[in-house]
């Protein structure tokens, strides 16, 4: 009974802060400088990731471009030179511990201390539990979820004796939502959000608010990762317009991004609503893709 009474005294606040919320949504926000910052961006050889380097660059920015591809990650650093920026390539296996925290003490030693990290590197398997190898469901758990714990060991330290950072994870609608046949990659992207949520915290409880957290959950994209998406809630995106919101999502310091918005709106529908008309919800968003199906009944 006295917790309800205690949460009862909370309602003014509540009422408060959600109207504070809702005329903040009508005011412009300032944007931060980030010129001269390191910013080490993973899965930089091509996609989302490439596209960030060349906006960051274009802010002046020092780039530390991470990818496993030399050849896409050389391109993107060639680019982001042109484009006025000190840029350094390395090639990096983020499904590797051992390699990460090696490429760091090397980026440390010659390059300086990282003050906005992009988590971006992914992979992602279109198949269903039975079609998906082992190897291929620990690959993206290692990449998807435990190289963002990785990254952060390595490079958090130095902003938080700074109290001045920004950790941004690139997770995903999926990190939300669950998707048939896309069952390990929900399933590291619901992690990497909640890596997000819990580090979002722990800064909190030790007091490093000048270390800002963003995460961002886009619908499907078109990369190529994923063959011939479709779904009632829009187009597939094109990776520049989210790249757009990233961007500005970092600098106005948005915890988090969805693309579309209304993805927002669904995952708050998802908690509310009764599972007989979550079902029937979910046949009409009519989510298609190519995938391999490993489950066969009888007789097939």
């Not at 060639?78 to 390699?99: P, Y």
């Not at 291929?136 to 330290?157: D, G």
């Not at 030790?206 to 190529?224: A, D, M, Q, S």
Request: with cysteine.
């Amino acid at each position: 009974m006295k917790f309800l009474l205690d949460q009862l005294l909370l309602l003014p606040l509540l009422i408060f802060f959600t109207l504070e919320s809702f005329l903040k949504l009508f005011i412009p926000k300032k944007r931060k400088s980030v010129a001269g910052e390191i910013v080490l961006i993973t899965g930089a050889g091509h996609g989302l990731g490439r596209l960030t380097a060349y906006e960051f660059a274009k802010l002046k920015c020092k780039l530390v471009l991470w990818d496993i591809n030399k050849h896409g990650i050389e391109e993107t650093a060639a680019e982001c030179r042109r484009l006025g920026a000190r840029a350094h390539a390395f090639v990096v296996d983020c499904s590797n511990r051992e390699d990460i925290y090696s490429t760091a003490k090397k980026v440390k030693a010659e390059i300086g201390d990282v003050s906005i990290l992009v988590n971006n590197a992914g992979v992602v398997y279109t198949s269903d539990l039975f079609a998906t190898q082992d190897p291929q469901i620990e690959k993206t758990f290692e990449v998807n979820t435990l190289a963002h714990f990785w990254t952060a060991k390595a490079f958090l330290p130095a902003m938080m004796n700074n109290n001045h950072g920004h950790i941004v994870t690139v997770a995903s609608a999926a990190g939300h939502t669950v998707v048939p046949f896309l069952l390990a990659y929900c399933s590291s992207k619901f992690a990497a959000v909640g890596f997000h949520r819990g580090l979002t915290e722990e800064l909190a409880a030790l007091k490093r608010t000048g270390v800002k957290t963003t995460c961002l959950c886009p619908n499907f994209i078109n990369t190529g990762f994923i063959k011939n998406p479709s779904t009632s809630l829009g187009p597939t995106l094109e990776p520049e317009e989210v790249v757009v919101k990233l961007i500005n999502g970092i600098l106005t310091e948005q915890k988090m991004i969805f693309v579309p918005s209304s993805i927002r709106f669904l995952t708050l529908l998802e908690r509310i609503f009764p599972e007989r008309f979550l079902a029937i919800l979910k046949r009409k968003m009519d989510i298609k893709f190519d995938a391999v199906i490993g489950y066969k009944t009888k007789g097939e």
